[in-house]
Nanobody, 123 residues
Framework: QVQLVESGGGLVQAGGSLRLSCAAS????RGWFRQAPGKEREFVAA????????YYADAVKGRFTISRDNAQNTVYLQMNSLKPEDTAVYYC????????????????????WGQGTQVTVSS
């Protein structure tokens, strides 16, 4: 069982920045997803277990950066130039793979989920 602990959500004005953190009990491939009210959960960004590879949804490319500190088994999501449409509950997810360089971007690829952290962007 992989334990995930998220932090860093909050309220910010449009154009502002936030950084989310996701601490885990072991090194895994990791992803961030988000879910707005009345919408399905959607992929945001992913990083491989090695940290060598990342992948982003088109909606956040160029504004969000996913990174990891493998010594701490922690993954970060730096969110810049935030927009009101980024408002959602953000979830960290993790999974195990023999391919340390692989990234995954569908919910079914992930076996473990954090509790979610609210991000609200005001206009």
């Amino acid at each position: 069982q992989v334990q995930l602990v998220e932090s860093g959500g909050g309220l910010v004005q449009a154009g502002g920045s936030l950084r989310l953190s996701c601490a885990a009990s072991e090194r895994t491939f990791r992803g961030w997803f988000r879910q707005a009210p009345g919408k399905e959960r959607e992929f945001v960004a992913a990083i491989s277990a090695s940290g060598a590879n990342t992948y982003y949804a088109d909606a956040v490319k160029g504004r969000f950066t996913i990174s990891r500190d493998n010594a701490q088994n922690t993954v970060y999501l730096q969110m810049n130039s935030l927009k009101p449409e980024d408002t959602a509950v953000y979830y960290c997810a993790a999974g195990r793979s023999i391919y340390r360089g692989a990234v995954y971007y569908t919910t079914r690829d992930y076996d473990y989920w954090g509790q979610g952290t609210q991000v609200t962007v005001s206009s």
